[in-house]
């Protein structure tokens, strides 16, 4: 369960205020909310994930860059979620910047207390942004991911996998489902 504080910040507000602070925290409606404390499963996953983004874009030999947590992203005025893992193509992120400007890949780890947020109100934040191509939604209990992807003519749509490839495109990267889940 998120703990929320009872101050109202915009996000430049949120992230002065908050950077440096222990635990990760997210700002929704102008509120901070400490997120919960994470399973070591939840954790492995975390890791597995941003260790398979970062394998992808080295075989792709694209220009992009994989984030673990810790980056924040943007929603609007009053919104900023921190995902568990992300991709950010073109230019390099500054490395003082709390941001990752322009996600093109989110990637999201649920556990039973944040389940419906993230398939919901964080799903349709990250596709509020231009840049946000594909956002997956990684399930620990059921070895599923949902991938929530950016049709061509700009619609959304998603599919759930639980084994083989899964493309996205752009930037053209290749995962192997299996790679996101501890053997």
Sequence with gaps: MANAVAETLDVDGFLAAFEGREGRWELRGGLPVKLS???AGHVRVKGLAFRALQDAITRARVPCEAFPEGLTVRIDRMNAYEPDALVQCGAAVADRSLEAPNPVVVIEVISP??????????????FSLPSVQHYLVL????????????????GLDSHDLRS????????GLDLDVASLFPT
Excluded: I, M, W
């Excluded at 207390?113 to 398939?119: E, N």
């Excluded at 399930?139 to 700009?154: I, K, S």
């Excluded at 083989?164 to 930037?171: F, K, N, S, T, V």
């Design 37 to 39: 404390a994470e399973t």
């Design 113 to 126: 207390s944040s389940r419906a947020f993230d398939r919901g109100t964080k799903r349709d934040g990250y």
């Design 139 to 154: 399930d620990p209990e059921q070895r599923t991911v949902t991938h929530n992807f950016r049709r061509a003519d700009g």
């Design 164 to 171: 083989g490839a899964l493309r996205l495109h752009p930037p």
